[in-house]
């Protein structure tokens, strides 16, 4: 087992959290008797008369707040909503954990929501362990644990389907903490965020808890206007400094930047004092990019040593766990192997490591070539224990689906310290990785970027190795953004003295581009709301159309649109008063000068309009003169590089697109090819001679005999007859321009303005007016694309859903006895079907919606629904190529096709109203999705779906989705048989598809 020394242990800058001056006892003796005393007082209950809360919970805590804690507490404890903006692993949920504290001492309840099932399920067992199983309940799509507990943890859509259900359970409901506020900026779930921080009542306290961003006070702002008294808390100090490393192939672990401070600094762990001073690139890297583009040297002197600290790595020695692959002698620049990479960490004490390999069979593959290079990372006594944990944690599978699931090899690299952590893995399995990891057993991790996103699992060190990643579409460059989210996993607080980013090299990096990724580190969070189908029925329903579109107008979306405008204004202010300007500076005591201005500016454009008009139909002559030309013709081509008589030779017809190139014999007795732009007009024909067949042009001769013969043939002919409509506008002009531009001229010359000696002058101003009026015009019309913007969308969607049926107009009695006859024109109410999509909250809604309205699913059995349930769910991850997917025949192909109908249809519609059309229905997973629900075995679908690309863990999540659809399914389905008929086979469904892998995946 590698040692635990920290080599760098004392040299770490002391970047200790501030302290709370209140509280703040200098002698730790001191400090930690007052703090035994406080415990033992709390135990008995026995706290003296004016103790706040917050001293209450101190008191149970096993470390000492840091002061944004303390700051983003107290505002919680006097009654505001609170933002927390705080790096990885700064403590932020310790905050959301005194809205419980809160909730319980004021007899109120208090919801947990994280944006994730998998982190539902890790909060909701730190708040059992906290406050006992009874008093904390857990919502998520799959589970339903105790749900009217004073405590409940969900997951945010299921707070926003209560919200919008009016759920019984949002009685006596006190605070609400948003862990992970940022996922705000998603582009498919950010909405839901806004709608629950719009929708919760007003005497509910929202602490929201978010990474850092560069916007965090304009976010505050917003949540104050629309939740009132919120306040931002930001800290930018990571309590873990990390360090930025690259490792190269010939010098080993390399710092990115010298300097031991600065180099913090660029790790974002504390704020910098002056703004400015960027740390400065380890010139050694500078210089090894430097030799790589020479050529790759690989002898001779090492390059200057700018980095103080070098780690032992890859080489100089050959790492000691690395049994068979490390023998190669390979160029030095080529980057290591991952055995290699892992090995070199765990020399230099930097495991664990999670390495973010962007793409699923990396990760995979990196796992295997760990254990084919030998590489073991554990000792005997931490492979009892991986496997006791292991074995524990996947007793209830089957061992027919062990061995599909690949556990063999997964308990193997386990076993060695290593495994692959990504969303195609079965999430029991990603579960147990999470666990041993944290457990420090797991020592070498290989994930792809769905990692960071929320899932508590730091590491001592994160490796990048690429600084490009494949988004489904197109390579892309990491952003600064998402290079600080991936690193800061790195550095465990409580546990490292500071943490490690290690990017490898590569051939072509570049260390000025890493250190931009590294130190810039704050992004702004941009909403992604957008009103939905599903969101305007029940809106409109709860509220009326006239306030929800009210309420919509305070989404952040708009918020952060109408801070655009104001800045767009602002400049559009300031531009006219230029304008105001430049209209003085070119007044004319003679005249109007804008008028006259507007008259040369008219001219001129026609004249432009004229100039590329000619142009064009000269080109079309020349064209149609080449074009009828024929061997032997002598032709006169009318100046150009080739002017003079030629003889035709070979007319070129089939030369390509821009049309005929003939080749011809000049009159100099050379034989040349004539193109488009080498002719200035069309070419006249002006006789006729005859070339032999076998005319070879290399023969001087012949080319001599050729050339007489033009001659001759030109001296006989008649005077030249012009070529075919050559006459009529010669200048190339229209004749109606030349009058109109003619008529413009002589008006100009009568303006009062054209006899000023400064007209010159004026003119250069009323120029710069012209374009400025033109670029004002501009922001004006992008400023009224903004204000209301989010409105407009809403009252787009309203009409469609009016068109289709599940709004309805006020009948006309009806809106005459509102008291407000302004609003009542425009008022609708949500029929029997809208109140139906409004308990649809797929991305699809609309469309699910049209399906039950269309019955489309009536008659289908189980499973038969649950295929047609997967294509409104499911999305292949990579475009079909080649044959599509085997489909269900029978009633249930007839049904897909239906849906795809429906959607065709609804998609024009959608159009219509100048609405971003629902994304089509995929029907590649209904297939394996019936034959799942029939109870075909887990290697029979895969095998099945195997076009497809799916892992395991995505069937499974799919699975999860088609189940939520379901459910949802048979909670929208009509009262009427019909109605009835889909909702039981909806639930059908559901418990067939959840079951085996599926059903043994979730956690409770
Ligand atoms: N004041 C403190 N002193 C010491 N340790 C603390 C303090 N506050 C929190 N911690 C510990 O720090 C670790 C990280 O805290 P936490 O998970 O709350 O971070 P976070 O800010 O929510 O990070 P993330 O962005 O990853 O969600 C936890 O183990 C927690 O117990
Ligand atoms: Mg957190």
């Not at 390059?303 to 690395?322: E, L, N, S, T, V």
């Not at 793409?359 to 084919?372: F, L």
């Amino acid at each position: 087992m590698p040692s635990r020394r920290n080599r760098r242990g004392g040299a770490a800058p002391e970047r200790g959290p501030d302290l709370d001056p209140e509280v703040d006892v200098v002698d730790p003796a001191a400090r930690f008797a007052a703090a035994r005393a406080r415990a033992q007082a709390a135990k008995e209950g026995r706290l003296a008369e004016g103790v706040t809360e917050l001293e209450r919970f101190r008191a149970s805590l096993p470390f000492r707040l840091d002061d944004f804690q303390v700051r983003a507490c107290r505002a919680l404890e006097e009654g505001r909503g609170v933002l927390v903006a705080a790096p990885t692993g700064a403590g932020k949920t310790v905050v959301g954990e005194f809205a419980v504290h809160l909730a319980l001492a004021r007899g109120r309840k208090a919801f947990y929501t994280a944006p994730i099932k998998a982190l539902s399920n890790q909060k909701h067992a730190e708040l059992v362990e906290r406050h006992g199983a009874d008093r904390v309940g857990l919502l998520t799509g799959d589970v339903v644990v105790n749900g009217d507990a004073p405590v409940v943890v969900m997951t945010t859509e299921v707070l926003r389907n209560m919200l919008y259900a009016g759920s019984p359970a949002l009685a006596g409901l006190g605070y609400v903490v948003m862990d992970e506020v940022h996922y705000l900026a998603d582009r498919f779930r950010g909405p839901v965020w806004e709608e629950v921080i719009l929708h919760l009542p007003q005497d509910v306290r929202i602490a929201s808890l978010s990474a850092t961003v560069s916007n965090a006070e304009e976010f505050g702002a917003w949540l104050d206007t629309v939740r009132g008294g919120t306040e931002v808390v930001v800290s930018e100090v990571r309590p873990v400094p990390l360090w930025q490393h690259v490792l190269t192939g010939r010098d080993g672990l390399v710092d990115l930047f010298v300097g031991e401070a600065d180099q913090a600094v660029a790790g974002g762990s504390v704020e910098r004092a002056d703004g400015d001073a960027r740390p400065q690139v380890n010139p050694e890297l500078t210089a090894l990019a430097r030799d790589e583009q020479r050529g790759g040297r690989t002898t001779g002197s090492p390059p200057p040593r700018g980095g103080r600290r070098r780690r032992g790595g890859y080489p100089p020695h050959r790492p000691k766990h690395a049994g068979g692959g490390g023998a190669d002698a390979r160029p030095s620049q080529r980057p290591p192997s991952r055995a290699h990479v892992v090995a070199a960490l765990d020399d230099a004490d930097l495991l664990p490591a999670i390495t973010f390999v962007f793409s699923r069979n990396g990760c995979d593959a990196a796992v295997r070539q760990c254990m084919a290079a030998g590489l073991r990372l554990t000792t005997p006594e931490d492979r009892l224990e991986i496997r006791a944990v292991v074995e524990a944690a996947c007793a209830d599978i089957p061992d027919t689906d062990l061995a599909v699931l690949g556990y063999w090899e997964w308990l193997e690299g386990l076993q060695r310290g290593v495994a692959a952590h990504h969303a195609g893995l079965l999430p029991r399995f990603k579960e147990v990785v999470e666990e041993l990891f944290s457990r420090g057993l797991v020592k070498a991790v290989f994930a792809t970027e769905t990692l960071a996103l929320g899932i508590n699992m730091p590491a001592r060190s994160v490796v990048l190795e690429k600084l490009v990643k494949y988004d489904g579409e197109k390579h892309a460059d990491i952003t600064p953004g998402e290079y600080t989210q991936l690193t800061g996993r790195a550095g465990r607080r409580g546990i490292d003295v500071e943490g490690h980013a290690v990017v490898l090299w590569q051939p072509g990096i570049d260390p000025e581009h890493v250190a931009g990724l590294a130190s810039r580190r704050l992004y702004p969070l941009r909403s992604r709301f957008r009103p939905t189908s599903n969101m305007a029925v029940n809106l409109v329903g709860g509220v009326g159309r006239g306030r929800a579109r009210e309420i919509l107008e305070t989404s952040f979306a708009q918020f952060q649109a109408d801070r655009a405008v104001v800045g767009l204004a602002r400049r559009a202010r300031t531009q006219e008063e230029a304008l105001d300007g430049y209209a003085e500076a070119m007044a004319c005591h003679l005249g109007d000068f804008a008028e006259y201005a507007a008259l040369r500016r008219r001219i001129s454009e026609l004249e432009k309009e004229g100039s590329r008009e000619a142009t064009r139909r000269r080109r079309a002559e020349v064209l149609s003169s080449l074009e009828g030309l024929q061997v032997g013709d002598v032709v006169r081509v009318p100046g150009g590089r080739r002017a003079g008589t030629a003889v035709v030779l070979d007319p070129g017809a089939d030369a390509g697109l821009e049309g005929p190139r003939p080749t011809v014999l000049t009159e100099d007795r050379e034989v040349r090819r004539l193109q488009l732009q080498d002719v200035a007009g069309a070419v006249e024909v002006l006789a006729r001679v005859r070339v032999r067949r076998d005319f070879n042009a290399r023969d001087a001769g012949a080319r001599r005999d050729l050339a007489g013969a033009a001659r001759a043939a030109l001296a006989e002919a008649d005077p030249p007859a012009r070529p075919r409509g050559r006459r009529r506008g010669e200048d190339g002009r229209g004749g109606d321009a030349v009058e109109t531009v003619e008529a413009l001229r002589r008006e100009l010359r009568r303006h009062p303005c054209h006899g000023c000696p400064d007209r010159e002058q004026h003119a250069r101003w009323a120029e710069r007016w012209s374009r400025l009026r033109q670029e004002t015009d501009g922001l004006v019309q992008r400023i009224e694309g903004r204000t209301s913007g989010i409105a407009r969308v809403f009252d787009k969607v309203c009409d469609l859903l009016l068109e289709l049926g599940y709004l309805a107009p006020v009948a006309a009695d009806e809106a005459a006895a509102e008291p407000d006859g302004r609003r009542a024109v425009d008022e609708v109410v949500v029929t029997p079907a809208g109140r139906r999509l409004g308990r649809v909250y797929a991305e699809k809604d609309l469309l699910v919606a049209q399906c039950l309205r269309e019955d489309v699913l009536a008659g289908l059995d189980g499973p038969g629904v649950a295929a047609v349930a997967s294509a409104l769910v499911f999305e292949a991850r990579r475009e079909e190529v080649g044959t599509g997917p085997r489909t269900p025949s029978g009633v249930v192909g007839e049904a897909l096709r239906a849906v795809v109908g429906l959607w065709s249809e609804l998609e024009d519609r959608e159009r219509a109203h100048g609405l971003t059309p629902t994304s089509a229905p995929d029907v590649g997973l209904a297939l394996p999705m019936q034959r799942w629900a029939r109870g075909a075995s887990l290697q029979e679908v895969l095998d099945e779906a195997a076009g497809l690309e799916l892992g395991a863990g995505d069937f499974v999540r799919w699975c999860k989705q088609t189940v939520d659809l379901l459910d949802q399914l048979a909670g929208a389905a009509g009262e009427d048989p019909r109605g009835r008929e889909v909702r039981a086979a909806a639930l059908d469904a559901v418990d067939r598809v959840r079951r085996g892998v599926v059903a043994y995946s979730v956690v409770t």
